[in-house]
């Protein structure tokens, strides 16, 4: 089976730099994407890697380490709206490759 | 552009009672359709993924049953509800699979 282990909290300070780790095992491993989910509302895809490297989308950016089973979501230049859930989720041909495998979310607290 | 719609929003239901959740899609064709329940505070557990019409593959056993009558409608379902079925439901779609677009949701409360 699959199991992905992240931070459960993270608080940070608005303007910082935060980063939200994630451990997965896998089987057939086809990548790692992220989503954000605000409280009471539906989960939104931030990014994806397939390869290892980083990835940067505006002030989001994802790195993934496929030897090590390994990546993490950077938020730069935080703001209080950044404030939120925080999924990564595998995808896994093991699984079928129209699947994804979610972990239990990190709740990301900006203050002020 | 796509859009995805749920109904309803919240639902209040007494055990034993039946379940009806709808999801359709708009502005895609052929997309794959996934049906999650989110627990308070936890992760995304995936119930039914449907790659085409008729077509349902079940992850996880429970009184709760799926369709797919049409192209762009999901349907989740179930005979009599247990107090565990409460949670958030959120249906979603994709053209790549890695990158699922997520309905509103609709938030079940079984008494």
Not at chain 2, 82 to 96: I, K, P, T
Request: with cysteine.
């Amino acid at each position: 089976g699959q199991s992905l282990e992240q931070p459960s909290e993270v608080t940070a300070v608005e303007g910082a730099i935060v980063q939200i780790n994630c451990t997965y095992q896998t089987s057939g491993f086809y990548g790692l994407s992220w989503y954000q989910q605000h409280d009471g509302g539906a989960p939104t895809f931030l990014s994806y890697n397939a390869l290892d490297g980083l990835e940067e989308t505006g002030r989001f950016s994802s790195f993934l380490s496929r030897s090590d089973s390994y990546g993490y979501l950077l938020l730069q230049e935080l703001q209080m709206k950044d404030s939120a859930s925080y999924f990564c989720a595998v995808r896994d041909s093991g699984a079928g490759s129209y699947q994804l495998t979610f972990g239990k979310g990190t709740k990301l607290s900006v203050i002020p | 552009s796509q859009t995805i719609h749920q109904w309803p929003a919240t639902l209040v239901q007494p055990v034993g009672s039946p379940l009806s959740l709808e999801c359709t899609v708009e502005g895609t064709s052929n997309p794959n359709l996934y049906w999650y329940r989110q627990a308070a505070g936890r992760g995304l557990q995936l119930l039914f993924y449907s790659v085409g019409i008729g077509q349902i593959s079940s992850e996880v056993p429970q009184n709760l049953s799926a369709s797919r009558p049409q192209d762009r409608q999901f349907i989740l379902s179930s005979k009599k509800l247990l107090l565990s079925d409460s949670g958030f439901y959120l249906c979603a779609w994709s053209v790549r699979d890695y990158e699922q677009f997520f309905g509103p949701g609709t938030r079940l409360t079984v008494l």
